[in-house]
């Protein structure tokens, strides 16, 4: 099922985020007062999938579709402190910010997500709430093991889907970023492999050399690596 074009390290991988499951349920709680819409893709889902965001299009909580165009809060978001919390950890653009729930006995069917990934320069990154034992995410045919606080990227462009077999709802803050240094050098750390990203998907040269002035002004040690990465795939 793996699809030859992607580098078997570039699928999925935690991210080195660890956050309270505590204080998450505790926002939670509050959105939860809300009345969820459910997922506009009926096609792709049995069962109960609903979502309430947290940055949108429109500014509105129940405007839950991801699709080009400027974000802003929503006013939820200002009622949920430990949230804003989590999203201030990400140096990067932020557009779509929602809670998907999938309930018990639901079914996320194998489906794609188009140009969802970091070769795109999009990434979609899933913080985990909710979750158990008997919630089976998988992605290219690999269930992830997924742990609540805990904060993951996939390669959503792969064939993906979700199972509930629990008794409560799996719930995720699901977060669509926009790809900048940062974010390279946050997924070089977690073992993202840029040299094998270069050969299959290679960068224009003017914005690799945009990613370089970039990450050269930070002068660190993971900066400079990812640099020679960078370089490793443009000569490879």
């Not at 074009?5 to 570039?10: F, Y």
């Not at 977060?175 to 040299?195: E, I, T």
Request: charged content about 20%; proline content about 4%.
């Amino acid at each position: 099922m793996t699809d030859l074009t992607v580098h078997p390290d570039n699928r999925f991988f935690r991210l080195p985020f660890l956050f309270d499951p505590v204080r998450l349920a505790d926002d939670l709680l509050v959105c939860q007062q809300l009345d969820w819409p459910s997922h506009f893709n009926r096609a792709d889902f049995s069962g109960r999938w609903t979502s309430i965001a947290l940055r949108s299009a429109s500014g509105s909580e129940i405007d839950i579709r991801a699709h080009p165009g400027e974000y802003a809060d929503t006013p939820l978001l200002a009622k949920c402190p430990y949230f804003q919390t989590v999203l201030s950890q990400f140096q990067c653009q932020q557009e779509s910010v929602r809670l998907l729930a999938l309930a018990p006995g639901s079914v996320i069917h194998e489906h794609r997500d188009g140009n969802t990934s970091y070769e795109h320069g999009f990434f979609r990154l899933h913080v985990l709430i909710q979750t158990g034992s008997e919630v089976a995410f998988r992605v290219d045919g690999q269930a992830l093991p997924m742990a609540e606080g805990e904060c993951w990227y996939a390669n959503f462009d792969l064939l993906h889907s979700v199972r509930n077999d629990g008794l409560t709802n799996r719930v995720h803050l699901v977060l669509d970023c926009r790809r900048n240094a940062w974010s390279d050098a946050l997924f070089l750390k977690a073992g993202y492999d840029f040299a094998a990203e270069q050969r299959v998907h290679p960068h224009s040269l003017e914005l690799t050399r945009q990613i370089m002035a970039e990450l050269a002004r930070h002068n660190t040690d993971t900066a400079r690596r990812l640099m020679d990465k960078l370089s490793a795939g443009q000569t490879e």
